[in-house]
């Protein structure tokens, strides 16, 4: 098991991005796509069609996080886990 982990700008930032990386029922997560990074700021769209931002540390994290994400939803990966200690959040993946 792989542990990715990022920064995000805060603790809050950090607990949001775990509970939309959380595994559901079916081992699948919330995660429906990505419609936007913008600087540090990350924009998810959920499976309910919501969209959300998550505020990175930086654009170099923005951007590992999108390619992350990208590769849980053409199913490369599969998240088995998520938890956030302060400002980090890590995601549990299967390659």
Known sequence: MNVEKFECD????AEKLAGFLATQKDSGTFLYGIAAIVQ?????ILKDK???SIM???RDTAVRLKLFIE???V????????????SYCAGHANC
């Open 40 to 44: 540090n700021e990350v924009v998810i």
């Open 50 to 52: 919501s969209s959300h």
């Open 56 to 58: 990175m540390k930086d």
């Open 75 to 86: 199913q490369k990966k599969r998240i088995s886990g998520a938890a956030f200690s302060g």
């Open 10 to 13: 805060d603790k809050y930032e």
């Open 71 to 73: 590769d849980v939803l």
